[in-house]
């Protein structure tokens, strides 16, 4: 492997990693020279081994074990899929010294990482870190968040152990031997492809490796998973440049206004994500700066202005139809001294777009740790043809959660989840006009809406609320016993009302005078969205984001539909034609066929419109969605 220059800088430069990447091409080159072992059964691979290349580590004693410090390398694997186990120990946890694995190195440029940040422990979200490496370049910065990055507890001077299990295109680690991974590496960016393994760390007496194995095979099972979509709004066909060095390059001109003519354009698609990874496409080509120019097509029907937000790593210049628009620096440490450089769509700038075609220029320059960019339409919404607005009423509320429908007297009342300790419900009519905004006050951050014998339940931050519609007055406050966070509820045709208790995974129930906790499983993490439908309890489960029904006599449970890691079903409610109604609190709703299958109607997750606890009238086909966070409540027809 050739030198690494991004790593160097990272763990070297900025991290305090010296001598791990100094002549690593002379020991991952000799990979080739060496046969293929197969194994079906756990090793154990001692370090004092002929197996591994150590001339770049070496053994030693830690903590009453033989141990590895250092870069060592198997000479004679081709892993694919399988398990790697491992101990390791850090004598200081707050030097940088990012212990890790290289895994299905498939050359001297291109593996899979996995990585701990010591220094980071217990603190931040990125104490655990997958990345792929292209062409050299370990792209930290582009791969962050669910899937790429996660917390963790490292204590000084203990062996914790590492278990990396691999199949295909997904990856977990575990802990400490713990049952549920803590990380879930959800896509393996080089696909299913196999290579060498090296266990890397500095040579500095911080980080020792001890017991390591290796099992090789595919049986192992992991569970189905819905693939990540590419987010509305996302620009991802490109043509990009060669490279160049950014030291001959005057970055707020266009290339043919500097006497740039020779330019070999490729064209290039964004990831999933929406980031495009530069590396995969090219290589560095030295320590200093590189740059690459990247360009796409606008087409806009008419002359308007467009908000589209933005990432990029290290450096960038905009130009839309030959103009400079704009200049940033998001260099690593650059900002300030705990600046990670991150990308994310966290930019935004403002388009001039005339009517036709309009030309997107940027200069990316890179110096180390990620090679990308991502661009956005920051309005960009999804709403269904048979989805029709009817009113919306911005601005209005106090971050409304849930809505419900007084079909008797022809009212909507909302709950109004926040408002500096004198939060209320609100009563208003089905065409938008607001009737009563502080109707009932004297709510503890109220969420779930129940009408049931004409009296309105809610749920607070610690009660079950029995309010009187006539009187609009509040009869009852019951304290509900270890509360966490009591979020929905739903009522049987019996009286038992359920309450599902997001922050203590579990649903209570309040039945005949008292409550219970009626059902706390695995299959039930963080509880949101309930609805009864005759014989089960529906919940929608923010833990997996998946919807699941509770038999009510036996409590036994069911997956109806899964719409992916992250969401969070907030309400559910019937069509009155046989599907139900979800919608994500993050800005989506979808409507469910009776045989599981998912449809979506709506999704405003990019300009973060979102979805809370709605409200369906099936006899005026009118959904009536609550934003929440955007303090606004919008209501559509439904047509087909």
Same mark, same amino acid.
């Given at each position: 492997?050739?030198?690494?220059?991004? @790593?160097?800088?990272?763990?070297?430069?900025?991290?305090?990693?010296?001598?791990?990447?100094?002549?690593?091409?002379?020991?991952?080159?000799?990979?080739?020279?060496?046969?293929?072992?197969?194994?079906?059964?756990?090793?154990?691979? #001692?370090?004092?081994?002929?197996?591994?290349?150590?001339?770049?580590?070496?053994? *030693?004693?830690? @903590?009453?074990?033989?141990?590895?410090?250092?870069?060592?390398? @198997?000479?004679?694997?081709?892993?694919?899929?399988?398990?790697?186990?491992?101990?390791?120990?850090?004598?200081?946890?707050?030097?940088?010294?990012?212990?890790?694995?290289?895994?299905?190195?498939?050359?001297?440029?291109?593996?899979?990482?996995?990585?701990?940040?010591?220094?980071?422990?217990?603190?931040?979200?990125?104490?655990?870190?997958?990345?792929?490496?292209?062409?050299?370049?370990?792209?930290?910065?582009?791969?962050?968040?669910?899937?790429?990055?996660?917390?963790? #507890?490292?204590?000084?001077?203990?062996?914790?152990?590492?278990?990396?299990?691999?199949?295909?295109?997904?990856?977990?680690?575990?802990?400490?031997?713990?049952?549920?991974?803590?990380?879930?590496?959800?896509?393996?960016?080089?696909?299913?492809?196999?290579?060498?393994?090296?266990? $890397?760390?500095?040579?500095?007496?911080?980080?020792?490796?001890?017991?390591?194995?290796?099992?090789?095979?595919?049986?192992?099972?992991?569970?189905?998973?819905?693939?990540?979509?590419?987010?509305?709004?996302?620009?991802?066909?490109?043509?990009?440049?060669?490279?160049?060095?950014?030291?001959?390059?005057?970055?707020?001109?266009?290339?043919?206004?500097?006497?740039?003519?020779?330019?070999? /354009?490729?064209?290039?698609?964004?990831?999933?994500?929406?980031?495009?990874?530069?590396?995969?496409?090219?290589?560095?080509?030295?320590?200093?700066?590189?740059?690459?120019?990247?360009?796409?097509?606008?087409?806009?029907?008419?002359?308007?202005?467009?908000?589209?937000?933005?990432?990029?790593?290290?450096?960038?210049?905009?130009?839309?139809?030959?103009?400079?628009?704009?200049?940033?620096?998001?260099?690593?440490?650059?900002?300030?001294?705990?600046?990670?450089?991150?990308?994310?769509?966290?930019?935004?700038?403002?388009?001039?777009?005339?009517?036709?075609?309009?030309?997107?220029?940027?200069?990316?320059?890179?110096?180390?740790?990620? /090679?990308?960019?991502?661009?956005?339409?920051?309005?960009?919404?999804?709403?269904?043809?048979?989805?029709?607005?009817?009113?919306?009423?911005?601005?209005?509320?106090?971050?409304?959660?849930?809505?419900?429908?007084?079909?008797?007297?022809?009212?909507?009342?909302?709950?109004?989840?926040?408002?500096?300790?004198?939060?209320?419900?609100?009563?208003?009519?089905?065409?938008?006009?607001?009737?009563?905004?502080?109707?009932?006050?004297?709510?503890?951050?109220?969420?779930?809406?129940?009408?049931?014998?004409?009296? @309105?339940?809610?749920?607070?931050?610690?009660?079950?609320?029995?309010?009187?519609?006539?009187?609009?007055?509040?009869?009852?406050?019951?304290?509900?016993?270890?509360?966490?966070?009591?979020?929905?509820?739903?009522?049987?045709?019996?009286?038992?009302?359920?309450?599902?208790? *997001?922050?203590?995974?579990?649903?209570?129930?309040?039945?005949?005078?008292?409550?219970?906790?009626?059902?706390?499983?695995?299959?039930?993490?963080?509880?949101?969205?309930? $609805?009864?439908?005759?014989?089960?309890?529906?919940?929608?489960?923010?833990?997996?984001?998946? $919807?699941?029904?509770?038999?009510?006599?036996?409590?036994?449970?069911?997956?109806?539909?899964?719409?992916?890691?992250?969401?969070?079903?907030?309400?559910?409610?019937?069509?009155?034609?046989?599907?139900?109604?979800?919608?994500?609190?993050?800005?989506?709703?979808?409507?469910?066929?009776?045989?599981?299958?998912?449809?979506?109607?709506?999704?405003?997750?990019?300009?973060?419109?979102?979805?809370?606890?709605?409200?369906?009238?099936?006899?005026?086909?009118?959904?009536?969605?609550?934003?929440?966070?955007?303090?606004?409540? *919008?209501?559509?027809?439904?047509? #087909?």
């Amino acid at each position: 492997m050739k030198v690494n220059q991004d @790593l160097i800088k990272e763990q070297n430069m900025k991290h305090s990693t010296s001598n791990i990447i100094a002549n690593i091409s002379l020991i991952l080159s000799v990979f080739i020279l060496f046969s293929t072992y197969s194994y079906s059964q756990d090793n154990n691979i #001692e370090f004092d081994s002929t197996r591994w290349d150590l001339s770049q580590a070496k053994i *030693t004693e830690h @903590l009453g074990r033989t141990c590895l410090t250092g870069l060592g390398t @198997l000479k004679d694997i081709e892993f694919k899929n399988g398990i790697i186990e491992f101990d390791f120990a850090i004598t200081d946890g707050k030097k940088r010294s990012y212990p890790g694995i290289i895994f299905r190195a498939q050359n001297d440029e291109e593996y899979e990482r996995f990585y701990i940040r010591p220094h980071r422990a217990g603190l931040y979200t990125d104490a655990l870190q997958y990345l792929p490496a292209f062409h050299g370049v370990d792209s930290w910065q582009l791969y962050n968040g669910e899937g790429y990055t996660a917390g963790a #507890e490292i204590p000084v001077n203990q062996w914790i152990h590492i278990k990396l299990e691999v199949l295909g295109t997904r990856a977990r680690v575990y802990l400490n031997n713990a049952e549920q991974p803590a990380l879930f590496i959800k896509d393996l960016k080089h696909g299913v492809s196999e290579g060498f393994i090296a266990l $890397m760390c500095p040579q500095n007496n911080t980080v020792f490796f001890s017991n390591f194995s290796l099992k090789i095979g595919n049986s192992l099972i992991f569970p189905n998973y819905i693939e990540d979509e590419t987010p509305l709004g996302i620009i991802s066909d490109w043509e990009i440049s060669q490279v160049f060095k950014a030291n001959e390059i005057d970055p707020e001109k266009i290339p043919t206004d500097q006497g740039i003519k020779n330019i070999e /354009w490729e064209k290039v698609k964004s990831q999933s994500s929406g980031i495009v990874d530069l590396s995969y496409y090219r290589g560095r080509r030295g320590v200093d700066a590189d740059c690459i120019w990247a360009r796409a097509v606008l087409v806009s029907e008419k002359e308007e202005i467009k908000k589209f937000a933005f990432g990029y790593s290290d450096e960038i210049c905009i130009f839309l139809n030959g103009k400079l628009l704009f200049k940033g620096n998001s260099v690593y440490q650059g900002r300030d001294p705990s600046f990670l450089g991150v990308i994310g769509t966290n930019d935004i700038i403002y388009l001039q777009l005339k009517k036709g075609n309009n030309d997107l220029l940027i200069l990316i320059t890179e110096s180390s740790g990620g /090679w990308g960019f991502i661009f956005q339409d920051n309005d960009a919404i999804f709403q269904h043809a048979g989805l029709k607005k009817q009113w919306e009423l911005p601005l209005t509320f106090k971050y409304p959660e849930s809505v419900v429908y007084d079909r008797k007297r022809d009212r909507l009342y909302v709950s109004n989840y926040f408002n500096n300790g004198k939060e209320f419900i609100s009563k208003i009519k089905l065409n938008g006009e607001i009737e009563t905004l502080e109707w009932i006050i004297g709510l503890n951050r109220p969420t779930g809406l129940f009408l049931y014998k004409d009296k @309105l339940y809610t749920v607070d931050r610690n009660s079950l609320v029995e309010i009187d519609i006539e009187s609009g007055k509040i009869i009852k406050k019951l304290p509900i016993p270890d509360a966490v966070f009591p979020n929905d509820l739903a009522i049987d045709s019996n009286g038992a009302i359920y309450i599902s208790d *997001t922050g203590k995974d579990a649903i209570t129930r309040f039945k005949d005078g008292h409550f219970e906790t009626w059902l706390q499983n695995d299959q039930i993490k963080k509880p949101n969205g309930l $609805m009864i439908d005759n014989y089960r309890l529906i919940v929608g489960v923010s833990g997996d984001g998946c $919807m699941k029904s509770v038999n009510l006599l036996d409590k036994t449970i069911d997956s109806i539909v899964c719409i992916g890691s992250g969401s969070d079903i907030d309400g559910i409610k019937p069509d009155g034609r046989g599907n139900l109604l979800i919608s994500d609190y993050n800005g989506r709703i979808f409507r469910i066929s009776s045989t599981g299958e998912k449809e979506e109607l709506l999704n405003t997750k990019v300009p973060k419109h979102f979805c809370a606890n709605f409200e369906y009238i099936p006899e005026k086909h009118l959904i009536i969605v609550p934003g929440l966070f955007d303090n606004r409540i *919008t209501a559509f027809e439904i047509n #087909e």
